[in-house]
T-cell receptor, first 111, second 117 residues
Framework: NAGVTQTPKFRVLKTGQSMTLLCAQD?????MYWYRQDPGMGLRLIHY???????AKGEVPDGYNVSRLKKQNFLLGLESAAPSQTSVYFC??????????FGEGSRLTVL | AQSVTQPDIHITVSEGASLELRCNYS??????LFWYVQSPGQGLQLLLKYFSGDTLVQGIKGFEAEFKRSQSSFNLRKPSVHWSDAAEYFC???????????????FGKGTKLSVKP
């Protein structure tokens, strides 16, 4: 009964390092999303995917890349981390126009 | 421009008191409407949603929300707040069809609820 699982849950990076956040869902939903959450800013959409092999930019895509090679997985990459990317990242999955199912979040700190 | 406004950043209520969290939206057509709750260190959980029909919708944990088209509002209410309701609450809107946005939801900035004993 996992739903949406994010790994890792915590990570500390130095400026310029790269990393990948993994999102896995077991609900067979077509749509997947990556958001970032910052104090007072709510949730902002980074990238999203409407199906296996497809990705699209959201509101704040700069500095991030994504891939959806398998339907159940949605990867978020940071090629060269910056302190401005310190945030909590949430993955979500959705079927059609229904509700979003969220993971528990990944807290990233960039020093 | 499409937007969601939650006017109250932080609200404090006493346990047992009633609660109303405000949500106003600006959207080109009648949207789908959602309320999510986020407990500290957790992801977001759906409280309730409005798609069509009765404008008063019931959700989990004793919450309800009323869609008022004329006021572009979707306020969240609870008659009697419990200490465990302390959390952050997010209102979200989405389109009734996919269009160019692929059905993406727009979130408000959230209202943090504190509950006094």
């Amino acid at each position: 009964n996992a739903g949406v699982t994010q790994t890792p849950k915590f990570r500390v990076l130095k400026t310029g390092q790269s990393m990948t956040l993994l999102c896995a869902q077991d609900m067979n939903h077509e749509y997947m999303y990556w958001y970032r959450q910052d104090p007072g800013m709510g949730l902002r959409l980074i990238h999203y995917s409407v199906g296996e092999g497809t990705t699209a930019k959201g509101e704040v895509p700069d500095g991030y890349n994504v891939s959806r090679l398998k339907k159940q997985n949605f990867l978020l990459g940071l090629e060269s981390a910056a302190p401005s990317q310190t945030s909590v990242y949430f993955c979500a999955a959705r079927e059609g126009l229904g509700e979003l199912f969220f993971g528990e979040g990944s807290r990233l700190t960039v020093l | 421009a499409q937007s969601v406004t939650q006017p109250d950043i932080h609200i404090t209520v006493s346990e047992g008191a009633s609660l109303e969290l405000r949500c106003n939206y600006s959207y080109g057509a009648t949207p789908y409407l959602f309320w999510y709750v986020q407990s500290p260190g957790q992801g977001l959980q759906l409280l309730l949603k409005y798609f069509s029909g009765d404008t008063l919708v019931q959700g989990i944990k004793g919450f309800e929300a009323e869609f008022k088209r004329s006021q572009s509002s979707f306020n969240l209410r609870k008659p009697s707040v419990h200490w465990s309701d302390a959390a952050e609450y997010f209102c979200a809107v989405g389109p009734m069809n996919y269009g160019g946005s692929q059905g993406n939801l727009i979130f408000g900035k959230g209202t943090k609820l504190s509950v006094k004993p």
